[in-house]
C-alpha cells in the first residue's frame, strides 16, 4: 500500500482521537463514514505490510474509542427519555393545573 494511503490511516486515526476526547458525536458520524470508506478500499488488497497493519491498529483502537462514546451518550439519552417517560402523568397534571388557574 502506498505511503499516501498509511497516512491517511493516521490522519483518520488522529481526527477520530481529537472528535472523541472534544466529545463532538456529531462529527464523530462523518469520520465513521470516512473510515468506512477507507476500509472498504483496503478489502481489495491481498496483504498488507507492517506499517499498514500497524496504521490500521491504531485506526481500530481510536474508532473503538469513539464507539464506546457513541454508545455512552445513547445510553444516556435513553435513561433521559425514560426519565421523561415515566414522570409524564406529573407533569401534564402539573401542566393543566397552571393552565387552568390561568384562565379562571
Known amino acids: 500500500m502506498p505511503s499516501d494511503e498509511r497516512a491517511r ?3 483518520l486515526a488522529g481526527r477520530l482521537h481529537e472528535r472523541t476526547l472534544a466529545g463532538d458525536v456529531r462529527a464523530l458520524g462523518a469520520l465513521d463514514r470516512e473510515v ?17 497493519r500497524s496504521a490500521c ?6 474508532h473503538q474509542r469513539a464507539l464506546a462514546l457513541v454508545q455512552r451518550e445513547h445510553d444516556a439519552a435513553q435513561a ?3 426519565d421523561l417517560c415515566a414522570h ?9 393545573a ?3 388557574g390561568d384562565t379562571r
Not at 409524564?88 to 393543566?96: I, L
Request: no cysteine.
Open 98 to 100: 397552571e393552565f387552568l
Open 9 to 11: 490511516l493516521i490522519e
Open 36 to 52: 468506512g470508506s477507507l476500509l472498504i478500499g483496503l478489502q481489495g488488497l491481498r496483504s498488507l505490510d507492517a506499517g499498514t
Open 88 to 96: 409524564r402523568g406529573g407533569r401534564d397534571a402539573y401542566a393543566a
Open 57 to 62: 491498529a491504531l485506526l481500530q483502537q481510536a
Open 80 to 82: 433521559q427519555l425514560r
